[in-house]
């Protein structure tokens, strides 16, 4: 009998080569290539791998350390990977072994990420020649995000084919250089909404200059309370969303923005907003809010406050039916993760909001069952509608097998109730408003 | 010798003979889990189990008393399966403290007996061995890979 699997001489080679492709698929790739390298057989399969598996490579620090991998080896890693690449992100690295490829292009690539760590003492930052560096060695590139370095900024504008820039804690950059970036490139999206503390209003002025912008991400310091840059932000002609983070002065910036000060007609409408954190007037939050009369869509996302042991944020009935006679023309109303005096603040939405088309409610309290029932009423007597209502309980006071019940199955018509959707998009930071303008 | 139809309520069994001459007899419901090379032999009856013995050629007595073994522990398993059949994987190769060769004879087993969850798991395992190697020459001695 053939004793294939005798206990002795066996070897990796033994296995096929689908048995082989599971194993190295599941090894980083730094190890990969190392494997390659030992047998034609193992070089082949890594190669038919990375034809469709590396075009998003990530690089981290510690992938380097166990073996010795001197400043050559690493250059014929990142040759080898090369032609696969479209994205490359560095996770800690040393910047050395970036400095290696100076002499190198790698024109498959178009986003880069270099992920530094601004805390680490004795290490070696990245500085401005090393932005000139990605120039020469990434011709392409079209997206770039620098975390931790320290560049003034100098030379970003001579990357010529930028279009999305996201910088994140960079203190070191310097108000010089931001004309000839928003001059000379032709950005769709700029992020430095974290820690780039040495930035300020002034800074930002020549943003303007950048008609190209659809996505703008800053922090409140970056728009002075007394110049028109706020104005000047929402006048440009392809913005889509301007994200703005804000700590203590979110009324402010709300205002601001809300309240434009420009003739009308002039600064972009805006069709949807988002925010999510703990704020103390609602009252005042919502009379802002209310500003924004074309309003189609509206998410606000509480926050459980840890002072008071946990309790959901409490939405009065006042503040809620005064909102809902301002804002008629949504079509999407998320509150998620409030307590609610009452069913009837919301209730005035189902009134008022003709298009409205989704109301999402899920971590909300807002008296269980009942408040379902007083919908199907409201809802019998409105003959407009056209399609039904969705009603999101995901998390809430809602019992989920409401779903099943005879009298929702009944109404399947003007209500329909979802108990597993969540939001689209749950990765939202705290103290972030977020506009989205009309295209 | 097994004739008992399908509807029949007694348990029905299955004789394994791996190739060192070692019966295994396991289960229906478990020889179901043991891979797609069985599960097409017990087919070829039409439900009418009529073999005596099913010969595995390419496996040992020791690697098949592990696969069973681990079937027997994952097979009722519901949540957290794949991690759950890693652990007891890795548990039982403490158990019977396997080298990385014997975890080569047990993936070479799995794959011809088309068991894809052993083999997945058996695969993670593996590579993770390979990480723990520091250089390439660690590699090709712990796995008996021949440079060219």
Sequence with gaps: ?439 | MSTTPPESKMPIFVNLQTNDGVVHTVDIRLAHQLGETICGIMRMEEGCYSFDIIPLPRINGEIMAFIIKWCTLVQDLEDNVMTRSKEIFLNLLKKDMAQPHFLLQLLKASDYLGMENFTAVGAKLLAEAINTCRNSEEICYRFNVDRD
């Design chain 1, 1 to 439: 009998m053939t004793t294939d699997t005798a206990p002795t001489a066996a070897s990796l080679l033994q296995l096929n080569d689908d048995v082989l492709a599971l194993i190295v698929r599941q090894l980083n790739v730094f190890q990969q290539y190392e494997i390659g390298r030992l047998n034609r057989r193992l070089e082949s399969i890594v190669q038919m791998l990375w034809r469709t598996r590396v075009r998003n490579v990530v690089l981290q620090d510690e992938m380097f350390r166990r073996s010795v991998c001197n400043s050559r080896h690493f250059l014929a890693f990142i040759l080898a990977l090369a032609p696969h690449m479209e994205r490359l992100s560095c996770h800690q690295l040393d910047v050395r072994r970036l400095r290696v490829l100076s002499s190198h292009t790698l024109e498959s690539i178009q986003s880069l990420e270099w992920l530094g760590d601004g805390n680490r003492r004795g290490r070696v930052r990245f500085v401005d020649e090393d932005v000139r560096l990605l120039r020469r060695v990434f011709p392409n590139l079209r997206r770039l995000k620098l975390r931790g370095c320290q560049i003034t900024g100098k030379y970003l504008c001579d990357l010529e084919h930028l279009s999305e820039l996201c910088l994140d804690d960079c203190q070191f950059l310097e108000s010089q250089h931001f004309r000839d970036l928003f001059r000379q490139l032709k950005l769709r999206k700029f992020d430095i909404m974290e820690d780039c503390d040495e930035v300020n209003c002034c800074d930002l002025a020549d943003l303007q200059l950048c008609p190209t912008l659809e996505h703008i991400k800053i922090a409140d310091y970056h728009l002075c309370m007394e110049s028109d840059i706020t104005q000047q932000l929402l006048r440009l002609p392809r913005l889509q969303k301007l994200s703005i983070y804000s700590k203590n002065f979110v009324f402010d910036v709300l205002s601001r923005i809300a309240r434009p000060s420009s003739p009308p007609g002039s600064a972009r409408l805006i069709e949807a907003f988002r925010f999510s954190g703990i704020l103390h007037d609602y009252g005042r939050f919502f009379r802002e809010l209310g500003n924004l009369r074309q309003l189609s869509r509206l998410e606000l996302h509480g926050q459980a406050e840890e002072e008071e042991g946990g309790q959901l944020q409490c939405l009065e009935d006042q503040v809620l039916r005064q909102l809902a006679s301002q804002l008629r023309e949504l079509t999407e109303l998320h509150l998620c993760g409030y307590q609610l005096e009452s069913p009837l603040g919301l209730l005035e939405f189902v009134i008022n909001c003709r298009q409205l088309r989704v109301l999402d409610i899920t971590r909300s309290r807002c008296h269980g069952e009942s408040f379902v029932w007083s919908c199907i009423a409201i809802l019998t007597k409105q003959r407009w509608r056209s399609q039904p209502l969705e009603l999101w309980i995901r998390h809430s006071d809602i019992n989920q097998e409401i779903v099943h019940s005879p009298r929702c199955l009944d109404n399947i018509k003007l209500i329909k109730i979802d108990a597993k959707q969540i939001g689209p998009n749950m990765d939202y930071t705290s103290g972030v408003l977020k506009f989205s303008f009309v295209r």
